[in-house]
């Protein structure tokens, strides 16, 4: 009796281990990928496919303003939103499982192509740091970057320049033999009108290539967004060229004036070479000290230089005339009253068009 009892419970026992075995493979099986609760070492630390094939990322750029471009500061402001989807395997759900749903994530939890924004001056998020990730192992990043991010001016065509506004995004984690760049056309765009006022704003095709920094020779991808942005040049023809021309008009009078009217000759024209430089003060002030001359200050220099070669003349012509050499004097005044306007068209035809 006592043995039946014994074999009694060791059975009994036997069934509850099995039982309980059963249950735990059971939920083993049905769990969730790994990476999508806790943190997992191999999820976060190594790319999808590592040792294969380069992972793809898909990059597209919406661009909703731009609504400052700074000469002198060399900034701009923009406000966009950056679409980043790849493919990870290793968080695709079984066949069984698939219900068409979105599971979200945080972005430290799993794989991710970590990246910068090389010319970022103080750009702020707006979106949370998550991802969604659909049943094949489709992961999509979306963040609103907003404020400023610098770009390099060249002002030697100014004010008739066509400059390039760059969003430069570099991948720091892997080389461009493990991950490449991909233009997503279809999740890009941007809006008809922006905020910016006297810019003519163009979307350019982006450029992918790479990034390598001078102390290490791994070439990191690149993807850049650019901007083109062209000078509303009607602003300072209306402010700078036009009231620069009468000014030369108005030095040009001293021609028509007898050579013996000293002091309405002399007053003119210094007040001509004053006004000049005030324009020239007032031209560089938005710009940044660069070290070459752009095309409005080829004009400045070039009118400056005529009004003081107008000075010259009424001053030789003056003496020409205190000393009984009118006749001579009228001929100096005939002869650069015609030369200072062939001269005049020469300088802005090579400060607005060569």
């Keep these: 009796m006592k043995f039946c009892q014994q074999v009694s419970k060791w059975a009994s026992r036997s069934i509850l281990l099995l039982f309980v075995g059963c249950t735990l493979l059971t939920q083993s099986a049905l769990a969730e990928p ?4 806790a943190k997992d070492a191999t999820l976060t630390g190594e790319r999808p496919g590592v040792g294969g094939k380069p992972t793809i990322i898909n990059i597209g750029v919406h661009l909703f303003d731009v609504d400052d471009i700074d000469d002198a500061r060399q900034r701009f402001s923009a406000d966009v939103l950056i679409d980043i989807s790849w493919n990870d395997p290793r968080l695709a759900l079984p066949k ?4 068409g749903l979105y599971r979200t994530v945080a972005i430290d939890d799993i794989w991710s192509p970590r990246g910068l924004v090389v010319n970022d001056r103080g750009l702020k998020r707006n979106l949370p740091r998550i991802v969604e990730i659909d049943d094949l192992g489709n992961v999509r990043l979306q963040q609103r970057l907003f404020g400023e991010l610098a770009l390099d001016l060249n002002f030697q065509e100014f004010p008739f320049d066509v400059q390039y506004l760059p969003i430069d995004i570099v991948s720091y984690r892997e080389s461009i033999d493990e991950m490449q760049f991909v233009f997503n056309e279809k999740m ?3 809006e008809e009108l922006f905020s910016v006022e006297g810019w003519q704003l163009q979307v350019l095709e982006p450029k992918i290539g790479e990034y390598k920094t001078p102390s290490s020779r791994v070439a990191y991808p690149r993807f850049t967004y650019v901007i083109g942005a062209t000078r509303d040049t009607q602003f300072y023809v209306l402010t700078v060229f036009l009231p620069m021309t009468f000014i030369m008009l108005m030095a040009w ?6 050579p013996d009217i000293i002091p309405a000759r002399i007053s003119i024209s210094t007040a001509a070479i004053f006004s000049f430089i005030a324009f020239g003060f007032s031209i560089r002030s938005n710009l940044p000290e660069v070290s070459y001359m752009t ?8 009118c400056t230089f005529l009004v003081f070669i107008a000075l010259a003349v009424a001053v030789s012509g003056s003496r020409l005339a205190n000393s ?6 009228l001929r100096v005044n005939s002869i650069a009253r015609w030369a200072y306007i062939f001269l005049f068209l020469i300088t802005a035809l090579t400060a607005l068009y060569i």
């Design 253 to 258: 009078s001293v021609f028509w004036l007898q």
């Design 295 to 302: 095309r409005a200050d080829t004009f400045v220099m070039g």
């Design 96 to 99: 069984r499982k698939h219900e």
């Design 324 to 329: 009984d050499r009118m006749d001579m004097a």
């Design 188 to 190: 890009s765009g941007y």
């Design 34 to 37: 790994k990476g999508l609760g």
